[in-house]
């Protein structure tokens, strides 16, 4: 099977230009290669957007709607900042052939029948693909009222998920198992070439990545593209570039899923995006 993986589209007026051009450009893809999944890896707004043809909303909803007539699509949250609370809602109630359906913490899903179906009881069965979802790593949904508020708390509680969601995907053995994840990894690079302070911020460190046993993470918010070493997972990058320090080629990730547990396959196709250089 085939999953097309973007990330932080940061839909937005100033960049609507470059943001429908690379959708229209997955859309391509997604026919072409037959896709079975388009995973969206959070900030798929840059920001509040008010409903009103000034901002571009309706067309911006549109756009993301037109992916699911070619596959269904899975997304989730990004930064606060960026996917305010409640506005990705809107896309789950859009008519579309495969449907749009945010992966929510703590919940797994299944494609069947060219859907994406929350996981009950024996509905794995005929199945082709196990998946689930972590936006943002945030104290807000994964402190306790009744904890201490901590950074190192909050650390602990991320790696203890990822070892649930691990343990979860063990009980299905034959199904490849995609997570998509928001936030900063250890090990990961900005665009600008620099290496981010993980002990400061909430991240996933490379060993909860590894408690996943995931067949491929398709993680979003660095927008530099990039594999994490000694792991399955992979930054999409930005599908445009938003700061004049982001040079890296717009894209995204065609990954080909053989069998669980098994090497995937990975092409990076590039968007026809004008691509930012450092001028010295």
């Known amino acids: ?74 997304m989730i949250y990004g930064t606060p900042s960026h996917d305010v609370e409640g506005s990705l809602e809107i896309f789950e109630t859009l008519a579309s ?11 797994s899903y299944i494609l069947k029948d060219g859907t994406i179906q929350e996981l009950s009881g024996d509905n794995h069965e005929n199945a082709q693909l196990l998946l689930t979802g972590i936006p943002e790593p945030s104290r807000k949904w994964m402190l306790a009222e009744n904890r201490t508020d901590s950074e190192l708390h909050a650390q602990e509680i991320l790696k203890t998920l990822c ?25 990961s690079l900005t665009a600008a070439g620099m290496r981010l302070d993980m002990d400061r911020n909430l991240h996933f460190t490379k060993e909860s990545l590894k408690t996943l046993h995931a067949d491929y993470i398709a ?26 320090g982001e040079t890296h080629t717009p894209g995204c990730n065609l990954v080909t899923i053989d069998d669980a547990g098994k ?15 450092h001028i010295i």
């Open 163 to 187: 070892l649930a969601l691990g343990c979860m995907r063990e009980r299905y053995p034959g199904l490849p198992f995609v997570v998509l994840a928001h936030g900063q990894t250890e090990g």
């Open 1 to 74: 099977m085939k999953l097309l993986h973007a990330a932080d589209l940061h839909a937005r007026r100033e960049g609507a230009n470059d943001f429908n051009t690379a959708i229209k450009h997955m859309e391509s893809i997604a026919k072409t290669q037959n896709v079975d999944l388009i995973a969206l890896s959070g900030d798929i707004w840059d920001g509040p957007t008010q409903n009103s043809a000034g901002t571009l909303f309706p067309d911006f909803v549109e756009a993301i709607r037109s992916l699911a007539d070619c596959a269904p699509v899975a």
């Open 263 to 277: 090497p995937v396959a990975i092409e990076r196709i590039s968007f026809p995006i004008p691509i930012r250089k």
């Open 219 to 244: 993680l979003g918010d660095i927008h530099e593209p990039q594999h994490i070493e000694g792991t399955r997972a992979w930054y999409a990058g930005s599908v445009y570039p938003l700061t004049y």
């Open 97 to 107: 052939k495969h449907g749009i359906r945010i992966l929510r913490p703590g919940i």
